[in-house]
């Protein structure tokens, strides 16, 4: 088993930034590939940004690119999602995720593990 418990959510005004973290506990953070994902108010979850075992690779929704950042530090058993430029759009609960196989986390909502979500509100 592996517990993910998300932080660093809240209110921020658009244009703003936000740093979430993941925090994993159980069996070994590093044999796991990570991934955000969002709900936003009447939305389904999407996909936001995905990041290898190792850290080496990663893969971002369009959405995310250039304004968001995903890393992990294996030896901190955490993972992290740094959002700049965050526009009203953004608002959503926001959840990690952890399975064995990146293009798992890129391609389905069929994970091993999940978070209990964030949730990030973007005033305009």
């Known amino acids: 088993q592996v517990q993910l418990v998300e932080s660093g959510g809240g209110l921020v005004q658009a244009g703003g930034s936000l740093r979430l973290s993941c925090a994993a506990s159980?069996?070994?953070?590093?044999?796991?590939?990570m991934g955000w994902f969002r709900q936003g108010p009447g939305k389904e979850r999407e996909f936001v940004a995905a990041?290898?075992?190792?850290?080496?690779?990663?893969y971002y929704a369009n959405s995310a690119k250039g304004r968001f950042t995903i890393s992990r530090d294996n030896a901190k058993n955490t993972g992290y999602l740094q959002m700049n430029s965050l526009k009203p759009g953004d608002t959503a609960v926001y959840y990690c995720?952890?399975?064995?196989?990146?293009?798992?986390?890129?391609?389905?909502?069929?994970?091993?593990?999940w978070g209990q979500g964030t949730q990030v509100t973007v005033s305009s």
């Open positions: 995720a952890a399975d064995r196989e990146m293009s798992v986390i890129v391609t389905t909502k069929a994970l091993d593990y």
């Open positions: 159980g069996r070994t953070f590093s044999s796991y590939a």
């Open positions: 990041i290898s075992r190792s850290g080496d690779s990663t």
